[in-house]
């Protein structure tokens, strides 16, 4: 089973425009990571946020944490075509040794 | 290294027939995964390696599935009588080691089965 979910499925912005995607998860994590997937190609790491941490940030990337509500959120700054793309998020799988990941929200940034 | 590499990159195979599919991943990660992913789902964990202990199975990988890897180097993933539910991206990762899930890991670019 797919413990975390993100939300929403299918996300559809003009270039320029910032895109949230948010993440939910049932069991407390010990870290929390962000990936993207192309079309049909392998899936890259975006961030890794700790449980104990609230905020992160990568060039245009913010990644929130809220171990209370169980929920994290990406938010993609000044979006461009390029970004377009499948992002998941990823959470331990119970042994703590694997990731369990999402289904996925699905972004389509327009020129 | 360049990055974690499968092969091969497509294969499409008769229902029944037995296929494998090769996972090298980056020399310094110890830890390596095999995911299998359908259209439109996130990927689902099958399972893992450090070095070449095989530490965790999902309930997904049935017995006609095996996953070797000798010497904690490269790695196999072998399916015997694939059936068509059998079609999917089947992708590897690799990660340094650590605490739990410390680190991202490095995904290689999948193997795609069509079962016909």
């Known amino acids: 089973s797919q413990q975390g979910e993100e939300d929403p499925q299918a996300l559809s912005i003009q270039e320029g425009e910032n895109a949230t995607m948010n993440c939910s998860y049932k069991?407390?994590?010990?870290?929390l990571q962000w990936y993207r997937q192309n079309s049909g190609r392998g899936l890259v790491h975006l961030i890794l946020?700790?449980?104990?941490?609230r905020e992160k940030h990568s060039g245009r990337l913010r990644v929130t944490l809220d171990t209370s509500k169980k929920s994290s959120s990406l938010l993609i700054t000044a979006s461009r075509a390029a970004d377009t793309a499948s992002y998941f998020c990823?959470?331990?799988?119970?042994?703590?040794?694997?990731?369990?990941f999402g289904k996925g929200t699905s972004l389509l940034v327009t020129p | 290294d360049t990055g974690v590499s499968q092969d091969p990159r497509h294969k499409i195979t008769k229902r029944g027939q037995n296929v494998t599919f090769r996972c090298d991943p980056i020399?310094?990660?110890?830890?390596l995964y095999w995911y299998r992913q359908t259209l439109g789902q996130g990927p689902e964990f099958l399972t893992y390696f450090q070095n070449e202990a095989q530490l965790e199975k999902s309930r997904l990988l049935s017995d006609r599935f095996s996953a070797e890897r000798p010497k904690g180097s490269f790695s196999t993933l072998e399916i015997q009588r694939t059936e068509q539910g059998d079609s999917a991206m089947y992708l590897c990762?690799?990660?340094?080691?650590?605490?739990?899930?410390?680190?991202?890991?490095?995904f290689g670019s999948g193997t795609r089965l069509t079962v016909v």
């Open positions: 946020i700790r449980s104990n941490e």
């Open positions: 990762a690799s990660s340094l080691g650590g605490t739990g899930t410390d680190y991202g890991y490095t």
């Open positions: 069991t407390s994590i010990n870290n």
């Open positions: 020399s310094e990660h110890n830890r």
């Open positions: 990823a959470t331990d799988l119970n042994s703590g040794y694997a990731l369990n």
